[in-house]
């Protein structure tokens, strides 16, 4: 279901990355695993990390290939404390995630410490201004940050903004905010 509403964003996402072919890609709170699937053609090799021990149940499943070979590797995690060294992964995907963060600037602490100098960072996200608007969503604790605060954000970690789409998918506006190293 998440990959079937999200596909566009996710697609949009990991094309924002610009893979070369041989690098190390990280798909963070990879939920229905629709990224990990675009990430593995496009990079030498894939880390996916989720809260969920279903999601990661179930991305095993699907990908029980690419993670006998090791070409993707799948843990555990929260992006407040992924399982990294420092400066070990070129490029990080992550789209729909961070509603569900609730210190901000401690994960985006943790993406920056583990990207590659010079690596690129993806960050998706719904529109707040109209995400901020469904009490289903607010009622259930979704964490909807203006655009500037996530600007803001991602500045004070070290991760600059030089590029900011935004584009409407499935009748939702959707913010793509591509952050370098
Ligand atoms: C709405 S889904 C998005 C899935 C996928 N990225 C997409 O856009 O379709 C959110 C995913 O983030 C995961 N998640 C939530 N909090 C997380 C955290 N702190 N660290 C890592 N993953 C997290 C959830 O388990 C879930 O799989």
Do not use: C, Q, W
């Amino acid at each position: 279901m998440l990959n079937r509403r999200n596909r566009e964003a996710v697609v949009k996402a990991v094309a924002a990355l610009e893979l070369t072919g041989g690098e190390t890609a990280l798909d963070i709170g990879f939920g229905g695993g629709l990224g990990l699937g675009l990430l593995l053609p496009a990079a030498a090799r894939v880390h996916g990390v989720d809260i969920s021990a279903t999601m990661l149940d179930r991305a095993r499943a699907t990908f029980r290939e690419e993670v006998a070979t090791g070409r993707l590797v799948l843990d555990e995690g929260s992006m407040t404390a992924l399982p990294f060294a420092d400066g070990s992964v070129d490029a990080i995907v992550s789209t729909n995630t961070i509603y569900f963060v609730e210190d901000l600037g401690a994960a985006l602490a943790e993406v920056a410490r583990v990207l590659a100098p010079g690596g690129r960072f993806v960050l998706g996200v719904g529109d707040p201004d109209l995400m901020g608007k469904s009490r289903m969503l607010t009622d259930n604790g979704f964490r909807i940050r203006p655009v500037a605060a996530i600007e803001a954000a991602l500045g004070t970690a070290g991760l600059g903004v030089p590029k900011h789409e935004r584009f409407t998918h499935a009748g939702l506006g959707f913010h793509l905010f591509v952050a370098a190293k």
